[in-house]
């Protein structure tokens, strides 16, 4: 089926009918975000799963029973999708979500808030690449075509939630001041154990070392891609074909230099330091 035929439109987005409603779209709108709220603000396959682990975790302080008992979408929900609406009541303040939404398209009550922002960036050409292969896994997702195909997709922002270039800038707001912490999906690859105690630092969690340890074993690719309430195991393959490709598919940081040419890094180099504008990333783009 075609993107139009899977996806309905919003502010110009196209997002997935599968997950997304008028009906959710509207919840979104009229949600009542509370002082204690947290919520990780992510592009798509930018390390929204990953968020999902982590702040329950550090909320919790360390107690595994939420991500050993609860599926990663009811347990800290998008605020966007169909499920908020029907797990809502049973979320307990602190209340966590995610969302991929831009700054723009919160509601606002977000804005007459005091609810604390996690946003994670992820270098671009590893969005590309996982972005590709969850279009294969996904059957509500339109066919992704060739690698080069859906390369000229994402640029043009014909994917859903639009332009990689527009979301990173839509949240650097000025206006946000210490609402907002900004850390990469490299850095916390790179040493999970000093990002777990940037981000409880953050959400004012003075937790001991060994419960941050804890929390950084419980969060790893391999704990995770083995856990039923993370790995999207519990999804039916009408919808999510695994055998296409694992939802958890490498949870690295740098496959794309296996899948891109040097025309294709030119390519989008070019496009995404134009848009960029000056804007500037936390790491090279080349």
């Given at each position: 089926?075609?993107?139009?035929?899977?996806?309905?439109?919003?502010?110009?987005?196209?997002?997935?009918?599968?997950?997304?409603?008028?009906?959710?779209?509207?919840?979104?709108?009229?949600?009542?975000?509370?002082?204690?709220?947290?919520?990780?603000?992510?592009?798509?396959?930018?390390?929204?799963?990953?968020?999902?682990?982590?702040?329950?975790?550090?909320?919790?302080?360390?107690?595994?029973?939420?991500?050993?008992?609860?599926?990663?979408?009811?347990?800290?929900?998008?605020?966007?999708?169909?499920?908020?609406?029907?797990?809502?009541?049973?979320?307990?303040?602190?209340?966590?979500?995610?969302?991929?939404?831009?700054?723009?398209?919160?509601?606002?009550?977000?804005?007459?808030s005091?609810?604390?922002?996690?946003?994670?960036?992820?270098?671009?050409?590893?969005?590309?690449?996982?972005?590709?292969?969850?279009?294969?896994?996904?059957?509500?997702?339109?066919?992704?075509?060739?690698?080069?195909?859906?390369?000229?997709?994402?640029?043009?922002?014909?994917l859903?939630?639009?332009?990689?270039?527009?979301?990173?800038?839509?949240?650097?707001?000025?206006e946000l001041?210490?609402?907002?912490?900004?850390?990469?999906?490299?850095?916390?690859?790179?040493?999970?154990?000093?990002?777990?105690?940037?981000?409880?630092?953050?959400?004012?969690?003075?937790?001991?070392?060994?419960?941050?340890?804890?929390?950084?074993?419980?969060?790893?690719?391999?704990?995770?891609?083995?856990?039923?309430?993370?790995?999207?195991?519990?999804?039916?393959?009408?919808?999510?074909?695994?055998?296409?490709?694992?939802?958890?598919?490498?949870?690295?940081?740098?496959?794309?230099k296996?899948?891109?040419?040097?025309?294709?890094l030119?390519?989008?180099?070019?496009?995404?330091?134009?848009?960029?504008?000056?804007?500037?990333?936390?790491?090279?783009?080349?």
């Amino acid at each position: 089926m075609s993107r139009d035929e899977l996806s309905l439109q919003y502010h110009g987005l196209f997002l997935p009918k599968e997950t997304h409603s008028q009906d959710s779209l509207k919840f979104a709108e009229d949600f009542k975000f509370e002082d204690s709220d947290v919520i990780a603000v992510t592009f798509p396959k930018s390390g929204t799963v990953w968020m999902q682990e982590i702040l329950p975790l550090i909320l919790n302080e360390g107690d595994l029973t939420p991500v050993q008992t609860i599926p990663n979408w009811d347990r800290v929900p998008w605020l966007e999708e169909t499920r908020l609406a029907l797990v809502m009541d049973q979320l307990k303040s602190p209340r966590a979500l995610v969302t991929h939404f831009l700054y723009d398209l919160m509601p606002a009550s977000f804005h007459q808030s005091k609810a604390k922002i996690i946003y994670v960036m992820r270098n671009p050409k590893d969005v590309i690449v996982s972005f590709y292969y969850f279009h294969q896994m996904a059957a509500f997702l339109e066919d992704p075509g060739t690698f080069d195909e859906f390369l000229d997709k994402f640029l043009d922002g014909k994917l859903a939630f639009g332009k990689w270039t527009d979301h990173v800038k839509s949240w650097r707001k000025p206006e946000l001041g210490d609402r907002i912490l900004y850390i990469t999906y490299e850095e916390m690859k790179e040493d999970l154990p000093t990002a777990l105690r940037k981000i409880s630092r953050f959400l004012g969690k003075n937790l001991r070392e060994e419960v941050i340890q804890k929390i950084a074993e419980n969060c790893s690719f391999t704990v995770m891609k083995n856990n039923p309430m993370s790995n999207f195991s519990l999804v039916p393959k009408v919808y999510m074909d695994s055998d296409k490709s694992p939802f958890l598919r490498k949870g690295v940081a740098g496959d794309w230099k296996n899948h891109f040419t040097s025309e294709q890094l030119s390519h989008l180099n070019s496009v995404i330091t134009k848009e960029l504008d000056g804007f500037t990333l936390p790491w090279s783009l080349n």
